[in-house]
């Protein structure tokens, strides 16, 4: 089945830095790719999504592109804000189902 | 447009006791789907409806859950003789048929003492 694997977090920045957060997969065939996020006492939230090789995802001046040749989907952003401060999840899905496996989230902290 | 919305939001119950989850997914959105998230992990699969169809269980999914979606519309999940480990934020999440988005629910936060 689907597997998934985030770097560990917590990840500490300070605004307007440089954010990666690395994501690789494992899969049968071609997922679809997503990264949902999680803001403090909130509920799940997708960001962006790629569903085919080279496609890219975007959302919020966050980007991830789908490659197909290393299995990632690497989120990243060029100047984080304290309001980017969550817990962020990388989840292929696929299949009939297209259910989600996600990794076990990596916590994004900005401080200002 | 509402949302998927789960109710009730927090559930607290002693061991031994069944507890039973209500999802409202968005209108029209033919796939339903329950994960369960405990705390510091991701969320986990448990199940999917297609429509009022059952089309896959987890593993994790002992024989003291079950769920339903009677109507196509919202479904139910119910956990009997609930034991300390069943402890976690049970998920809801709806889409389309032709869409690959999830959308998530808030989360009925269950704590079993």
């Known amino acids: 089945g689907n597997s998934v694997t985030q770097m560990e977090g917590p990840v500490t920045l300070s605004e307007e830095a440089f954010l990666t957060i690395n994501c690789t997969y494992t899969?049968?065939?071609?997922?679809?790719l997503f990264w949902y996020v999680q803001y403090p006492g909130e509920g799940l939230q997708l960001l962006l999504k790629a569903t085919k090789a080279d496609d890219k995802g975007s959302n919020k001046g966050f980007e991830a592109t789908y490659r197909k040749e290393t299995t990632s989907f690497h989120l990243e952003k060029g100047s984080v804000q304290v309001s980017d401060s969550a817990v962020y999840f990388c989840a292929p899905g696929g299949g009939a189902t297209n259910k989600l496996i996600f990794g076990t989230g990596t916590l994004l902290a900005v401080q200002p | 447009d509402t949302g998927v919305s789960q109710n009730p939001r927090h559930k607290i119950t002693k061991r031994g006791q069944n507890v039973t989850f209500r999802c409202d997914p968005i209108s029209e959105h033919n796939r339903l789907y329950w994960y369960r998230q405990t705390l510091g992990q991701g969320p986990e699969f448990l199940t999917y409806?297609?429509?009022?169809?059952?089309?896959?269980k987890s593993r994790l999914l002992s024989d003291r859950f079950s769920a339903e979606r009677p109507k196509g519309s919202f479904s139910t999940l119910e956990i009997q003789r609930t034991e300390q480990g069943d402890s976690a934020m049970y998920l809801c999440?709806?889409?389309?048929?032709?869409?690959?988005?999830?959308?998530f629910g808030p989360g009925t936060r269950l704590t079993v003492t």
């Open positions: 999440a709806s889409s389309f048929s032709e869409s690959y988005e999830q959308y």
């Open positions: 899969a049968t065939g071609y997922p679809s």
């Open positions: 409806f297609q429509n009022e169809a059952q089309l896959e």
